[in-house]
């Protein structure tokens, strides 16, 4: 027998390769969702442990000041710099947020910044926003500890468009970033429609994180007047503003400081 006779080449096929290719695409649709889930769920978790802080540091601040919560903000003169050493000037006045309230507490800014928002250039907006009820307006006296039956019921602090929300802003939103995330297919109105009084649409960034299923899996994380965290769907955060607008439910509903 000759050994000088080559053996012919063996090689894919253009049929073998386009399966190859078939296979690698299937693969790749089941496996990037799933990536992305993982990545939500680990800002979730980042998020969740953000608002843990803040409650605790909420809590602390109670238990400092005769247990009334702290205001969601006021303004004071320029010579008054927030701990934080970030403030907005106001016409010679400066505005406090709740954040810079309680930042002595936390000592850390990454806190009020929510890793699924849209907007992470400072906290008071397109983050995290205290429910009106309990950290309530600087002209108004603190709501306390004693006036609240259920704490571990009632909402504080929750993802949000700004740096406070109102049951009446999650109904009905308006513009700038007035809103709830994840809220357009609950309200009915498309993000580009939204609009205040002054004619101030949502921003880009704002009409995204409305229009959207939620900041975290169709809804959005909580931290309650007692201090523990949770997260809740959109829809139900909805229902109960919702509720809260109904005169008859209120009382019953989780954006009432006086629920019981």
Known sequence: MNSNIRKPRTAFTLIELLVVIAIISILAAIL???????????????????????????????????????????ATPDTQVPPDGIWYSTGGNISWFWQQLIYPYTKNDQVYICPSAPKTSHPYSGNYGTNSNILIAPTSTAVSMAQLQAPSTIYMIMDAGPYYITPGMVYAPTGAFWYLPGTEKYVGIPAADVVDGSGNHLNTSAQADYASDGRHFDGVNMTFADGHVKWLKVSEVYQEAKKYQNTTTR???????SRD
């Open 32 to 74: 990037f969702p799933v990536f992305a889930r993982a990545r939500e769920n680990a800002r979730r978790a980042s998020c969740i442990s953000n608002l843990k802080q803040i409650g605790l540091g909420i809590m602390m601040y109670v238990q400092d000041y005769d247990e009334k919560y702290p205001p969601r903000g006021y």
């Open 251 to 257: 009382h019953n509903s989780a954006w009432n400081a």
